[in-house]
């Protein structure tokens, strides 16, 4: 059973950074950010292939950036300029479907998931 953990959330101010990590325990075809804020549905932040294809939500579109390293199996979610609409758990997820390309960036094209991280951005 392939396993991801997350690392790297917490308390920042509007318009800080922070940069969140997922490591898989074994190869996959893409990996993918969502988050989900309390009384809200899940919502797909940015996924990336192993080729390096990417996608990304328009409202974090300039702000955030994804990145992969294939060799460690751990892909980046650097956020910056971040909003108190940013606020919510964030998940990664991932698949290998070597055939995902733009749908990436739905939550139900995924099989695995890691179990979150807390992302606040307040004052």
Partial sequence: QL?????GGGLV???GSLRLSCTASGDVSVIGWFRQAPGKEREGVSCIRGDAYTNYADSVKGRFTISRD???RTVYLQM???KPDDTAVYYCAASRNHQLY???ILPDRYDYWGQGTQVTVSS
């Fill in 3 to 7: 396993q991801l953990v997350e690392s």
């Fill in 13 to 15: 101010q509007p318009g």
């Fill in 70 to 72: 294939n060799a460690k």
């Fill in 102 to 104: 733009g749908m990436c």
């Fill in 80 to 82: 910056s300029s971040l």
